[in-house]
């Protein structure tokens, strides 16, 4: 049964690594004059789109979702909407962060929300689909006796490296080597893409070397 | 019970943290001493009088002879390194610097009599600012020249501008604008060009070349001065191994022949570097690259004697060209000049034309000059060291006579006094630079070695203070080893060189006890406490030790200081951010509201019930909101400095008397008072909810009137400082008296009230019950109601009255004994117990604060209004922390994490406040608030500029120790009332009694939040230390990092100070606490 968990979860996250990839390489080659530094903007949403569409369906078809509770229409449309509803929250939420972390306020609100969302779909999409659009269960699973299952505990690993690789994104921003990736908020974006796919590969890794010690109580 | 007596241990708390201190000082003067070069200027002139021959010539002026130029071009490339003049034809694949220049190599073969090419040696530092003030004021600047005013740049000492403009000489300058902010005014004519842009390599030299060959042809000048910046730019962005490079030489070529081209017969030309550069195109050292630069002189008609061979020097030491210019332009000497006259430009004696100064006579002068320097600046300073002094002297005056009896004998011209004058000027300047311009390597060393052993003792001090505490003798012998090493020190310096340099005695004192302490405590491991040591250096692995490493490594880079303000901040937030998220995973945070059957061996049990620990995590969210709203808010009171380009400096920081717009004014006097109120507001309201206002001492009093009343005056002061001064005409006088008054009342009335607290800090109200009122409590059920809610007035309803068990318990004890046997409520009642060691501090940290805020602009107000609130939230935060993580009570020791934070913020609002680590960013004003007439002494504006720049520093330090008494103030209410209603008896919330209960604990766990409180400091401070150090010819050491190392050590001393205020207070406020219970428990000897 780990076996399997872990391999299912290898190769989920090497589709979506090699879809972060696909919506670099892609567009350079479709697109004239796209660039990853001079086009930024075009290549976060194309990375962002590109996450959400293939986690969405890769964790649905995986069954990794919660089941709906209720097997009504209204009920899953409810469903869908409070998770776009949560979707948009939490990009309004990373951008307040940014903000608060020093991005401008004014200036480059669209590279800051483009950041924000791109955050989003790295980190809160994933949360929707294991969890579903439940704020208490996902604050639930960052804490060391929180993680239910395989899944949970990959999910912390994930958002975790994504938010720290975010983070260290933003240091080499005040020095003055005056380099095209210094500019907001290329560094940020490339540190959270960095992590998220450091995530993607540390993840089953850590699992598979520490299905020993993982005990979950109920599934 | 020995509770009532037992005090804290305050001697070996204060004597370990004074010895910390003191070593940290050790280690830091030490490597000033080595590495800030300081230097006294002389400000006195030279005039053409001290020209005179002695007693011989009266009649003939100096200033008025015929000097042998009438005119000359100063052409300054800067970083001319003496590898790109030389030519070899001989280099067939030349690297892109050599070769480039061939009009020098050129003019030196076909005009051997009008030309010469030198190595031009610089004194270390080399930077450009330095180096302009080396070669026009003929001395060794230091990065410290005593006696330059911090605030501007503007050259006060003697100096060849000065002296020709005294003369009458026209001198014209373009280029580089450094120059127009050493000499403002000082030009007959001049075009600064903008310098501070290193990757921009043309603008000035197209500025100069759009106007230098005009000017040449015109007749309005007589000295030029031009300096291209080009070749250091391209230096600094490429490399000299660059194509750059050579296309900037060849322009340099070019204009060099253009210039030949249009000299007259009475000009000399001067082209030559400030300073050289490394491979890397840096220069601020001392290597030898970096040092050499070129000089080429050439005069269109002949100077040079054709077969001088032993005369010509190879190597010409920046210093020797302004006495060498002066003679040569007929000006007298600047009075510090320590050069030496270049004697190839001077005819040997005898072979001179009328009227033209010849070699001997030229030296003369010199010497004459350079002694009367020595001895003036050996009357002001004295750091020259005496047996060189004295040499120096002999040597003078045994020249001095042999001089004028040879001149009385005509035998001018003999070789022996020539270079026995040489060997004299040679010797003053191989001293003064020994003294000024070399880094002193040992020294440094010694100040690095000393920090980093400081750095280990705090932190085995930190992690040891309980035993420490217990054993109370390892200081002693300390600082009996201390003082005996500093001893044996003096005593082998003055057998072996016979006079005693106090840094050395310092250095071996400081060290040996260092290493005897570290030794000691090392010895006294037991194993079980190897394995405690091993686990709390695991616990330093955290998150709050690698934010502190990221602070430490950033000041390492000159960007990141520069950005020094939002870097801090985002640490700040990071680490407040962490505290939140590590309650969280370890399920802390929200109690489990979910109800999975878990077992508890996997949960740690939940030792506050729900409800509690809901309420505790909602104010740690609120209070997170909190601290990163005001650390966001605090951004907006930043300044600028100069290297950080777009920058508007924050509004705030424009006092009211200079803002022109009356709306906006009124606006933000408006603001700033609200903020005031607000603070004084806060402060008071915290005080009163404890309790802590009801008493009749005198601590009360100034928490009641002098505090608010200060706070109106300053009000008051800004209302007057901020009127215009033609609204009210005839009230001017006034004003006048208001503007002196207002302040000095402030002052008055905050030194009153800071002396008042320290005298009585108690704040606690005793109620002592009437007979009557203890039979009515007597009926109430639980024993202990009387003490918690009832208070029959009704200006008590806001307080928290505390009895302190053990005391009351006695109290029962001895109505037992009188038999009253149905009595249950305590015989007194005390009020704002709970918070008797917090409240007189935080009192004392706000007045400290409106003191502070005094010598601020008006609009920091707000700024101080958010470090008051940033102050409060991280209390709170580390407060509900440790409630909601508390297992077991028992030491009070406060964890990393907030003490990290503390530091942060404090540097985080030193920028807040508009400062910088910047000379130029220094509030002079502070100094003139309540003296608008200046002062007389300086010890009091420099208090007072020190206490405006240290505001932040002062503020965080001496309220460090509400960290540890915070979390027993937050002690959570309905834990207790729970508690007390099952077991009433044994469980009275005690707050900070309970530091009380145990002395012990008490003081080793301030001793170790003081402790890692200064070892955060004192990391930061060793980092900017090794930055120094290790970047020392980093263009920008003089610019960043030397002026960091100076605003991070004044700061470390400051907060040094006012922690060891904060410390004693506390002490003071325990010894009252316990003089207060043996009042009123006087039998309690048992
Ligand atoms: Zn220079
Ligand atoms: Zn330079």
């Given at each position: 049964?780990?076996?399997?968990?872990?391999?299912?979860m290898?190769?989920?996250h090497?589709?979506?690594?090699?879809?972060?990839?696909?919506?670099t390489?892609?567009?350079?080659?479709?697109?004239?004059?796209f660039?990853?530094?001079g086009?930024?903007?075009?290549?976060?949403?194309?990375?962002?789109?590109?996450?959400?569409?293939?986690?969405?369906?890769?964790?649905?078809?995986?069954?990794?979702?919660?089941?709906?509770?209720?097997?009504?229409?209204?009920?899953?449309?409810?469903?869908?909407?409070?998770?776009?509803?949560?979707?948009?929250?939490s990009?309004?939420?990373?951008h307040?962060?940014?903000?608060?972390?020093?991005?401008?306020?004014?200036?480059s609100?669209?590279e800051?929300?483009?950041?924000?969302v791109?955050?989003?779909?790295?980190?809160?999409?994933?949360?929707?689909?294991?969890l579903?659009?439940?704020?208490?269960?996902?604050?639930?699973?960052?804490s060391?006796h929180?993680?239910?299952s395989?899944?949970?505990?990959?999910?912390?690993?994930t958002?975790a490296?994504t938010?720290?690789g975010?983070?260290?994104?933003?240091?080499?921003?005040?020095?003055?080597?005056?380099?095209?990736?210094?500019?907001?908020p290329?560094?940020c974006?490339?540190?959270?893409t960095?992590?998220f796919?450091?995530?993607?590969?540390?993840?089953p890794?850590?699992?598979?070397y520490?299905?020993?010690?993982?005990?979950?109580k109920?599934? | 019970?020995?509770?009532?007596?037992s005090?804290?241990?305050?001697?070996p708390?204060?004597?370990?943290?004074?010895?910390?201190?003191?070593?940290?000082?050790?280690?830091?003067?030490?490597?000033v001493?080595?590495?800030?070069?300081?230097?006294?200027?002389?400000n006195?002139?030279?005039?053409?009088?001290?020209?005179?021959?002695?007693?011989?010539?009266?009649e003939?002026?100096?200033?008025?002879?015929?000097p042998?130029?009438?005119k000359?071009?100063?052409?300054?490339?800067?970083?001319?390194?003496?590898e790109?003049?030389?030519?070899?034809?001989?280099?067939?694949?030349?690297?892109?610097?050599?070769?480039?220049?061939p009009?020098l190599?050129?003019?030196?073969?076909?005009?051997?009599?009008?030309?010469?090419?030198?190595?031009f040696?610089?004194?270390?530092?080399?930077?450009?600012?330095?180096r302009?003030?080396?070669?026009?004021?003929?001395?060794?600047?230091?990065?410290?020249?005593?006696?330059?005013?911090?605030?501007?740049?503007?050259i006060?000492?003697?100096?060849?501008?000065?002296?020709?403009?005294?003369?009458?000489?026209?001198?014209?300058f373009?280029g580089?604008d450094?120059?127009?902010?050493l000499?403002?005014?000082?030009?007959?004519?001049?075009?600064?060009?903008?310098?501070?842009?290193?990757?921009?390599?043309?603008?000035?030299?197209?500025?100069?070349?759009?106007h230098?060959?005009?000017?040449?042809?015109?007749?309005?000048?007589d000295?030029?001065?031009?300096h291209?910046?080009?070749?250091?730019?391209?230096?600094?962005?490429?490399?000299?191994?660059?194509p750059?490079?050579?296309d900037?030489?060849?322009?340099?070529?070019?204009?060099?022949?253009?210039?030949?081209?249009?000299?007259q017969?009475?000009?000399?030309?001067?082209?030559?570097?400030?300073?050289?550069?490394?491979?890397?195109g840096?220069?601020?050292?001392?290597?030898?690259?970096?040092?050499?630069?070129?000089i080429?002189?050439?005069?269109?008609?002949?100077?040079?004697?054709?077969?001088?061979?032993?005369?010509?020097?190879?190597?010409?030491?920046q210093?020797?060209?302004v006495?060498?210019?002066?003679?040569?332009?007929?000006?007298?000497?600047?009075?510090?000049s320590v050069?030496?006259?270049?004697?190839p430009?001077?005819?040997?004696?005898?072979?001179?034309?009328?009227g033209?100064?010849?070699?001997?006579?030229?030296?003369?002068i010199n010497?004459k000059?350079?002694?009367?320097?020595?001895?003036?600046?050996?009357?002001?300073?004295?750091?020259?060291?005496?047996?060189?002094l004295?040499?120096?002297?002999?040597?003078?005056?045994?020249l001095?006579?042999?001089?004028?009896?040879?001149?009385?004998k005509?035998?001018?011209?003999?070789?022996?006094?020539?270079?026995?004058?040489?060997?004299y000027?040679?010797?003053?300047?191989?001293?003064?630079?020994a003294?000024?311009?070399?880094?002193?390597?040992?020294?440094?060393?010694?100040?690095?070695?000393?920090?980093?052993?400081?750095?280990?003792?705090?932190?085995?001090?930190?992690?040891?203070?309980?035993?420490?505490?217990k054993?109370?003798?390892?200081?002693?012998?300390?600082?009996?080893?201390?003082v005996?090493?500093?001893?044996?020190?003096?005593?082998?310096?003055?057998l072996?060189?016979?006079f005693?340099?106090?840094?050395?005695?310092?250095?071996?004192?400081?060290?040996?006890s260092?290493?005897?302490?570290?030794?000691?405590?090392?010895?006294?491991?037991?194993?079980?406490?190897?394995?405690?040591?091993?686990?709390?250096?695991?616990?330093?692995?955290t998150?709050?030790?690698?934010?502190?490493?990221?602070?430490?490594a950033?000041l390492?880079?000159?960007?990141?200081?520069?950005?020094?303000?939002?870097?801090?901040t985002?640490?700040?937030?990071?680490?407040?951010?962490?505290?939140?998220?590590?309650?969280?995973?370890?399920?802390?945070?929200l109690?489990?509201?979910?109800?999975?059957?878990?077992?508890?061996?996997?949960?740690?049990?939940?030792?506050?019930?729900?409800?509690?620990?809901?309420?505790?995590?909602n104010?740690?969210?609120?209070?997170l909101?909190?601290?990163?709203?005001?650390?966001?808010?605090?951004?907006?009171?930043?300044?600028?400095r100069?290297?950080?380009?777009?920058?508007?400096p924050?509004?705030?920081?424009?006092?009211?008397s200079?803002?022109?717009?009356?709306k906006?004014?009124?606006?933000?006097?408006?603001?700033?008072?609200?903020?005031?109120?607000?603070?004084?507001?806060?402060?008071?309201?915290?005080?009163?909810?404890?309790?802590?206002?009801?008493?009749?001492s005198?601590?009360?009093?100034?928490?009641n009137w002098?505090?608010?009343?200060?706070?109106?005056?300053?009000?008051?002061?800004?209302?007057?400082?901020?009127?215009s001064?033609?609204?009210?005409?005839?009230?001017?006088?006034?004003?006048?008296?208001?503007?002196?008054?207002?302040?000095?009342?402030?002052?008055f009335?905050?030194?009153?009230?800071?002396?008042?607290?320290w005298?009585?800090?108690?704040?606690?109200?005793i109620?002592?019950?009437?007979s009557?009122?203890?039979?009515?409590?007597?009926?109430?059920?639980?024993?202990?109601?009387?003490?918690?809610?009832?208070?029959?007035?009704?200006?008590?309803?806001?307080?928290?009255?505390?009895i302190?068990?053990?005391?009351?318990?006695?109290?029962?004890?001895?109505?037992?004994n009188?038999?009253?046997?149905?009595d249950?409520?305590?015989?007194?009642?005390?009020?704002?117990?709970?918070?008797?060691?917090?409240?007189p501090?935080?009192?004392?940290?706000?007045?400290?604060?409106?003191?502070?805020?005094?010598?601020?602009?008006?609009?920091?107000?707000?700024?101080?209004?958010?470090?008051?609130?940033?102050?409060?939230?991280v209390?709170?935060?580390?407060a509900?922390?440790?409630?909601?993580?508390?297992t077991?009570?028992?030491?009070?020791?406060?964890?990393?994490?907030?003490?990290?934070?503390?530091?942060?913020?404090?540097t985080?609002?030193?920028?807040?406040t508009?400062?910088?680590p910047?000379?130029?960013?220094?509030?002079?004003?502070?100094?003139?608030?309540?003296?608008?007439?200046?002062?007389?002494?300086?010890v009091?504006?420099?208090?007072?500029?020190?206490?405006?720049?240290f505001?932040?520093?002062?503020?965080?330090?001496?309220?460090c120790?509400?960290?540890?008494?915070?979390?027993?103030?937050c002690?959570?209410q309905?834990?207790?009332?729970?508690?007390?209603?099952?077991?009433?008896?044994?469980?009275?919330a005690?707050m900070?009694?309970?530091?009380?209960d145990?002395?012990?604990?008490?003081?080793?766990?301030?001793?170790?939040?003081?402790?890692?409180?200064?070892?955060?400091?004192?990391?930061?401070?060793?980092?900017?230390?090794?930055?120094?150090?290790?970047?020392?010819?980093?263009?920008?050491?003089?610019?960043?990092?030397?002026?960091?190392?100076?605003?991070?050590?004044?700061?470390?001393?400051?907060?040094?100070?006012?922690l060891?205020?904060?410390?004693?207070?506390?002490?003071?406020?325990?010894?009252?606490?316990?003089?207060?219970?043996?009042?009123?428990?006087?039998?309690?000897?048992?």
């Amino acid at each position: 049964m780990w076996d399997q968990e872990i391999r299912a979860m290898g190769s989920c996250h090497a589709i979506l690594a090699a879809s972060v990839l696909l919506a670099t390489v892609l567009p350079a080659v479709l697109v004239p004059g796209f660039s990853v530094y001079g086009t930024h903007l075009l290549w976060i949403y194309c990375v962002s789109t590109a996450v959400t569409g293939v986690s969405a369906v890769v964790f649905w078809l995986l069954g990794v979702t919660p089941p709906a509770k209720k097997h009504t229409v209204g009920y899953k449309l409810s469903r869908l909407f409070r998770s776009c509803l949560y979707f948009f929250l939490s990009c309004l939420f990373f951008h307040t962060v940014l903000v608060l972390y020093g991005a401008p306020l004014i200036d480059s609100a669209l590279e800051t929300f483009s950041l924000a969302v791109l955050l989003t779909s790295l980190t809160t999409l994933r949360c929707l689909c294991v969890l579903g659009p439940n704020v208490q269960a996902w604050i639930r699973v960052f804490s060391r006796h929180g993680a239910m299952s395989v899944w949970d505990t990959c999910l912390q690993i994930t958002v975790a490296c994504t938010l720290v690789g975010a983070w260290f994104g933003a240091f080499p921003i005040p020095l003055d080597w005056d380099r095209p990736w210094q500019v907001w908020p290329v560094s940020c974006s490339f540190g959270a893409t960095f992590g998220f796919l450091t995530g993607l590969f540390a993840a089953p890794t850590w699992i598979h070397y520490h299905r020993k010690q993982l005990t979950y109580k109920c599934k | 019970m020995s509770l009532c007596v037992s005090r804290m241990r305050w001697f070996p708390v204060l004597s370990l943290l004074l010895w910390i201190c003191s070593v940290f000082l050790c280690g830091l003067y030490l490597f000033v001493g080595g590495f800030l070069l300081v230097r006294v200027e002389v400000n006195r002139t030279s005039s053409c009088l001290d020209a005179l021959f002695p007693g011989q010539e009266p009649e003939r002026d100096f200033c008025r002879g015929q000097p042998r130029f009438h005119k000359a071009v100063l052409l300054i490339v800067d970083a001319l390194r003496i590898e790109f003049a030389r030519f070899d034809p001989n280099n067939t694949s030349p690297r892109p610097f050599e070769n480039k220049l061939p009009v020098l190599g050129e003019t030196l073969s076909s005009e051997p009599s009008h030309s010469r090419l030198y190595a031009f040696r610089a004194d270390p530092p080399t930077t450009t600012m330095q180096r302009i003030k080396g070669f026009t004021t003929g001395s060794l600047p230091t990065f410290i020249d005593v006696g330059n005013n911090f605030a501007s740049s503007a050259i006060l000492e003697d100096n060849l501008i000065q002296q020709l403009g005294q003369v009458g000489k026209r001198v014209v300058f373009m280029g580089d604008d450094t120059w127009e902010s050493l000499y403002p005014k000082r030009f007959h004519r001049s075009l600064p060009f903008p310098s501070f842009n290193v990757k921009d390599l043309h603008t000035v030299d197209d500025g100069i070349l759009q106007h230098i060959y005009s000017t040449l042809e015109g007749d309005d000048w007589d000295v030029l001065v031009a300096h291209f910046l080009g070749v250091d730019h391209c230096g600094h962005r490429f490399g000299p191994d660059h194509p750059a490079m050579a296309d900037k030489l060849s322009q340099m070529d070019r204009v060099i022949r253009s210039v030949m081209r249009r000299l007259q017969k009475d000009t000399l030309l001067v082209v030559m570097g400030d300073h050289g550069m490394t491979d890397t195109g840096d220069h601020g050292g001392e290597s030898q690259k970096e040092t050499d630069a070129a000089i080429f002189i050439y005069s269109p008609s002949p100077v040079f004697q054709k077969q001088q061979a032993q005369l010509e020097p190879e190597v010409v030491p920046q210093t020797d060209l302004v006495p060498t210019l002066a003679l040569l332009l007929g000006i007298p000497i600047p009075y510090s000049s320590v050069g030496q006259v270049l004697l190839p430009l001077f005819p040997p004696h005898g072979q001179s034309a009328a009227g033209a100064l010849s070699q001997q006579e030229a030296l003369w002068i010199n010497a004459k000059q350079v002694n009367r320097f020595l001895e003036t600046y050996s009357s002001v300073a004295k750091d020259i060291p005496p047996d060189a002094l004295l040499h120096l002297r002999t040597q003078f005056s045994r020249l001095s006579s042999e001089y004028l009896s040879a001149s009385r004998k005509g035998l001018l011209s003999s070789p022996e006094l020539t270079s026995s004058l040489q060997d004299y000027l040679t010797s003053v300047r191989d001293t003064c630079r020994a003294t000024w311009a070399k880094f002193n390597a040992f020294k440094m060393a010694a100040g690095l070695l000393v920090l980093a052993l400081a750095c280990v003792s705090c932190l085995i001090l930190s992690e040891l203070s309980l035993t420490l505490i217990k054993e109370n003798d390892s200081i002693k012998s300390c600082s009996v080893v201390a003082v005996l090493a500093g001893v044996c020190v003096a005593v082998a310096q003055m057998l072996a060189r016979g006079f005693v340099e106090v840094c050395w005695c310092v250095f071996g004192a400081a060290l040996s006890s260092e290493l005897l302490f570290i030794w000691k405590t090392y010895q006294a491991k037991s194993p079980s406490r190897k394995v405690a040591n091993f686990r709390s250096l695991r616990g330093f692995l955290t998150p709050a030790a690698f934010i502190l490493l990221l602070r430490c490594a950033s000041l390492l880079s000159d960007s990141y200081v520069i950005a020094e303000g939002r870097v801090v901040t985002f640490l700040t937030l990071s680490l407040a951010l962490y505290v939140p998220i590590h309650l969280n995973w370890h399920g802390l945070l929200l109690p489990q509201t979910y109800d999975s059957p878990k077992p508890s061996a996997v949960l740690p049990s939940p030792a506050l019930p729900n409800s509690v620990a809901r309420k505790e995590a909602n104010t740690l969210i609120a209070c997170l909101v909190l601290v990163v709203g005001s650390a966001f808010l605090s951004l907006f009171f930043h300044s600028c400095r100069e290297e950080q380009g777009s920058c508007q400096p924050s509004q705030f920081l424009a006092p009211l008397s200079r803002m022109q717009d009356e709306k906006r004014k009124n606006l933000h006097y408006v603001l700033s008072v609200c903020a005031l109120a607000l603070y004084t507001y806060l402060i008071r309201n915290w005080m009163r909810s404890c309790g802590n206002l009801n008493a009749t001492s005198i601590t009360v009093f100034t928490a009641n009137w002098i505090f608010p009343l200060s706070s109106v005056s300053l009000a008051l002061h800004w209302a007057v400082s901020g009127t215009s001064e033609d609204s009210f005409k005839n009230l001017s006088e006034l004003i006048g008296l208001a503007q002196v008054a207002l302040p000095r009342a402030a002052y008055f009335l905050l030194t009153t009230g800071l002396l008042l607290i320290w005298l009585d800090p108690l704040t606690v109200f005793i109620k002592h019950k009437s007979s009557a009122q203890r039979l009515a409590s007597s009926r109430l059920p639980p024993r202990y109601r009387a003490s918690i809610g009832i208070s029959p007035q009704a200006e008590l309803h806001h307080l928290i009255p505390q009895i302190y068990q053990e005391m009351r318990r006695s109290l029962d004890d001895g109505e037992l004994n009188a038999g009253a046997e149905e009595d249950s409520g305590p015989a007194v009642e005390a009020y704002g117990l709970g918070t008797v060691y917090s409240a007189p501090l935080l009192l004392l940290c706000g007045v400290l604060g409106v003191g502070l805020l005094l010598l601020h602009p008006e609009g920091m107000a707000l700024a101080f209004l958010l470090l008051l609130l940033e102050m409060g939230a991280v209390l709170h935060i580390h407060a509900s922390a440790v409630n909601l993580s508390r297992t077991q009570a028992g030491g009070f020791g406060v964890p990393w994490t907030p003490v990290v934070l503390w530091a942060l913020a404090a540097t985080q609002f030193f920028h807040s406040t508009g400062h910088m680590p910047t000379f130029p960013s220094i509030q002079w004003g502070a100094a003139f608030v309540g003296f608008p007439g200046g002062h007389t002494g300086t010890v009091l504006p420099a208090t007072l500029v020190t206490l405006n720049t240290f505001a932040s520093h002062i503020l965080f330090a001496v309220s460090c120790p509400l960290l540890l008494l915070w979390p027993l103030v937050c002690e959570p209410q309905s834990s207790r009332a729970a508690r007390s209603s099952t077991d009433a008896e044994v469980d009275e919330a005690k707050m900070e009694i309970r530091l009380r209960d145990s002395p012990v604990h008490f003081s080793s766990a301030l001793l170790q939040l003081s402790t890692r409180y200064l070892f955060v400091h004192g990391a930061q401070v060793f980092a900017s230390v090794c930055a120094a150090a290790i970047l020392r010819r980093h263009l920008m050491v003089w610019k960043v990092f030397a002026p960091k190392l100076m605003f991070e050590a004044s700061a470390f001393v400051v907060s040094c100070v006012s922690l060891l205020i904060g410390v004693t207070f506390v002490l003071r406020t325990d010894s009252a606490v316990s003089r207060w219970f043996k009042r009123l428990v006087p039998d309690v000897s048992r």
